[in-house]
Structure formats: structure tokens, C-alpha cells
């Protein structure tokens, strides 16, 4: 479904990702892990084009066998959200203050299916249903709901045209550890109802295991190390792997000092 080929993006004389690839089918998870400054989140909004103009891409990245690269503005707003669509890492930001929850969900429909507003919210109040939220919050703003909650409505908003390709930037941050894992609950239930494919962004390895089927370990803008989760997890053969899951802290074994990644 989406395929990435020697994708490098170049900001000036710094070559910030390079040459990267990776391939995710339908109805799989792909997890993109590495510490922060790796080129995770860069390389998410090069596919759907959302680079600032200073960026260079070269490369492919082919969805459905089109080349994003290759593609206009017209074609890419045909393409974000309805097809491909993001969540974006802090809710609160993501979110206008001055609208209602529910007109930004139901403005993400109207701009993309031709559909009347009471159809359209319709859709809307479904698609809190759908998240975990009741529908009498519709009009209610991004102010009046906790952390978790704003990210359910991120989630609710890139959900809401049924994308085949999901991609999450650290929904987590700023959670705490029921929070989170409620969220990676939510997800993996809306993949199985919905056979979307999913690319999950995160530093947190502890999360990984229970979304990812597929992993790519970054480092410096470069995968280091790619595969399966279960295999990159319990037998990782790149050093920098090895350092990062000997940093994830243990209940069972106390340690003085964390592995120094050079």
C-alpha cells in the first residue's frame, strides 16, 4: 500500500533523513523508533507532503503506485485526510481553541466528501461514538477536555474520511501510563474494525510490542535496523538498538548508570 524508496530530505547544506525505505501493506503496523532528532517525524510529513519549502525530497514514496513526490498541491489535498491522514504529536496544538470539537470534525468531512451538514454530522457524532467520547460533547472546545481526551479527538478528526493509511507521532506524550495505553488500545481496535495500515512514531519501546508488527530503528536521519518486532526486540544485532533497550527501565533489576549511546 505505501512504499518508501531511497527517500532523502535535505534541508539546505544538512541532510537531515537518508536514503531511508520501508513498505507497509494494508492492515499492518509499522512502529518508527529512535531518539529525538532521528528524522521520525520529518520523514512522516514528507509523505504526505507537508515539509516547509526549504526542504529537498528526492526519492519515492509510492502509495496505491503514485509517487507522492510527483504530486501538486491539488492532488495532495485530494490525498491528506481522505486517504492518508496524521495525528499529529500534541493534541492541544493540532486543535483550533475557538471551534467546537465537533465543527472541526465535521470541517474535515465536509472538505473532503460530498455530503450535506446534517449528514455530515452525523458522521461526526459516530466518529465520537467511535473513540470513546459522548456525544454530548459535540460542542464542546479542545479546553474543556483532559490530555487523553484531546488526543481521542485528533484521533476522531483523521478517522473521520476512513483513511487506509494512519500515521500517530508520539500520540503518547505528555500521558501517563493508563492514559497511553488506553490510547494503543483505541488504536488496535480501530485497525482491526476498520484493516488500515498504521505507522506508529515513538521513542517509548515500551509501547511497541503491543502495536507494531514491523519496526524501523533510526538514527541520525538513517534505519539502522529494520524487521520484525518480536526479532528486532528480543535479538536487535545493531549496537545502537541494543543501547536504546538496555536504557528502557526494569522493575526487575536496578542499575547505577544507563547505557551511553555514542
Known amino acids: 500500500m505505501l512504499e518508501v524508496k531511497k527517500l532523502q530530505i535535505t534541508f539546505g547544506k544538512h541532510v537531515a533523513v537518508h536514503e531511508i525505505d520501508f513498505l507497509i501493506k494494508r492492515g499492518e503496523s509499522l512502529a518508527i523508533v529512535g531518539e529525538s532528532g532521528s528524522g521520525k517525524s520529518v520523514s512522516a510529513l514528507s509523505i504526505l507532503g507537508l515539509l516547509p519549502k526549504n526542504a529537498t525530497v528526492e526519492g519515492e514514496i509510492l502509495f496505491e503506485g503514485q509517487n507522492v513526490c510527483k504530486m501538486n498541491n491539488s492532488q495532495l489535498q485530494k490525498l491528506r485526510g481522505k486517504k492518508i491522514a496524521m495525528v499529529f504529536q500534541e493534541p492541544m496544538t493540532s486543535l483550533n481553541p475557538v471551534f467546537s470539537i465537533g465543527e472541526q470534525i465535521m470541517e474535515t468531512i465536509l472538505a473532503h466528501e460530498s455530503i450535506s451538514r446534517s449528514g455530515a454530522k452525523c458522521r461526526t457524532l459516530l466518529a465520537l461514538e467511535e473513540v470513546g467520547i459522548p ?115 526494569s522493575i526487575y533489576t536496578k542499575r547505577k548508570r544507563l547505557p551511553t549511546i555514542l
Do not use: W
Open 135 to 249: 456525544t454530548s460533547r459535540f460542542k464542546s472546545f479542545p479546553h474543556e477536555f483532559s490530555g487523553g481526551m484531546r488526543q481521542r479527538v485528533v484521533i476522531a478528526i483523521a478517522l473521520a474520511c476512513t483513511p487506509d493509511v494512519l500515521i500517530v507521532d508520539e500520540p503518547t506524550t505528555a500521558l501517563d501510563a493508563s492514559t497511553s495505553l488506553q490510547i494503543i488500545d483505541l488504536l488496535k481496535r480501530l485497525q482491526q474494525d476498520r484493516g488500515m495500515a498504521i505507522i506508529f512514531i515513538t521513542h517509548d519501546l515500551c509501547l511497541v510490542p503491543s502495536i507494531a508488527d514491523q519496526i524501523c530503528v533510526m538514527r541520525s536521519g538513517k534505519i539502522v535496523e529494520h524487521g520484525e518486532t518480536s526479532n528486532v526486540l528480543n535479538m536487535p544485532t545493531h549496537t545502537y538498538t541494543k543501547a536504546l533497550i538496555a536504557c528502557v527501565p
